[in-house]
């Protein structure tokens, strides 16, 4: 629970506001999903579901997350990014160096992806990625370095 309550005022601090209405509701959908894929390992939503600490049925909370997931307003600059930044500075100053790892795989009804992450506790933490319709192969050099040039921006 105190890993919950870490997370979920970590997000909250890195908008420097305190956030109200449908923000505040994203950010602790946000803490869930989070702190859901941590404590199960896996990125299954039955699975995180199980893992989320507050009250209700499971099923609800899968319906939960799977709106979040759908929702148009939820994006990658306003959500995902302060997250990012906020991982990315405490690995930093752990002294040990950043190790960043790019793979590709396949990922569900014809799609690829092309994931750059940042090894922690020999756990690949995804930082950005690229999902395209395709098979299993590989991609383009070109994609390989704007997805570089990406994460160092």
Same mark, same amino acid.
């Given at each position: 629970m105190k890993l &919950?309550?870490? %997370?979920?005022?970590? %997000?909250?601090?890195?908008?420097? $506001?305190? *956030?109200k209405?449908?923000q @505040?509701r994203? /950010?602790n959908?946000?803490?869930?999903f989070?702190?859901?894929i ?6 299954q939503?039955? $699975?995180? @579901?199980?893992?989320?600490p507050?009250?209700g049925k499971?099923e609800s909370?899968?319906?939960q997350l ?7 307003t939820?994006?990658f600059? /306003? &959500?995902?990014? *302060?997250?990012l930044?906020?991982v ?9 160096p %950043?190790?960043?790892i790019i ?5 569900g009804?014809?799609c !690829? ?6 090894v &922690?506790q020999?756990? @690949?933490?995804?930082?950005?990625w690229?999902?395209r319709?395709g098979?299993?192969g590989?991609?383009?050099e070109?994609m390989h370095?704007?997805l !570089?040039?990406a994460v160092h921006?």
């Amino acid at each position: 629970m105190k890993l &919950y309550k870490t %997370l979920r005022e970590g %997000l909250k601090k890195s908008y420097g $506001q305190e *956030p109200k209405g449908n923000q @505040a509701r994203h /950010l602790n959908t946000l803490a869930n999903f989070v702190y859901g894929i941590i404590q199960c390992r896996h990125v299954q939503l039955p $699975q995180i @579901a199980s893992e989320i600490p507050n009250a209700g049925k499971e099923e609800s909370k899968i319906m939960q997350l799977r709106r979040w997931l759908a929702n148009q307003t939820i994006t990658f600059e /306003l &959500y995902y990014l *302060p997250f990012l930044q906020i991982v990315l500075n405490t690995l930093t100053n752990t002294g040990q160096p %950043l190790v960043l790892i790019i793979d590709g795989s396949t990922t569900g009804r014809g799609c !690829i992806t092309l994931m750059v992450s940042v090894v &922690y506790q020999n756990r @690949a933490l995804p930082l950005m990625w690229v999902t395209r319709k395709g098979k299993k192969g590989h991609f383009p050099e070109t994609m390989h370095v704007e997805l !570089i040039k990406a994460v160092h921006d």
